[in-house]
Nanobody, 121 residues
């Protein structure tokens, strides 16, 4: 069992900042990647940011230059620093981790429960 606990969502005004965190625990052999998807009402699910265990990062075009994803040294906790937030960033943000629970197994995605980010004045 792999558990992801995410936090950091809330209500902020446009131009404000939030930092999301996502901590993976449980039966983990290795974490290959972590990141966040988001889904807003009436919109498709979107990959916001991801980071691999070798440090490669990927961002949605809509957040480049504003969001930064990092991990801790163990690579089991990810952080998403969100700056210059816009109303269109409003969504439920779902953390995921690509985890191999045993050696030589194909990694599988695990998901957090989601945290709501609301950007509004």
């Amino acid at each position: 069992q792999v558990n992801l606990v995410e936090s950091g969502g809330g209500l902020v005004q446009p131009g404000g900042s939030l930092r999301l965190s996502c901590a993976a625990s449980g039966t983990i052999f290795s974490v290959w990647a972590m990141g966040w998807y988001r889904q807003a009402p009436g919109k498709q699910r979107e990959l916001v940011a991801s980071i691999t265990n070798n440090g490669y990062t990927n961002y949605a075009d809509s957040v480049k230059g504003r969001f930064t994803i990092t991990t801790d040294n163990a690579k089991t906790t990810a952080y998403l620093q969100m700056n210059s937030l816009k109303p269109e960033d409003t969504a439920v943000y779902y953390c995921y981790a690509d985890v191999a629970v045993q050696a030589r197994l194909v990694p599988v995605d695990y998901w957090g429960e989601g945290t709501l980010v609301t950007v509004s004045s």
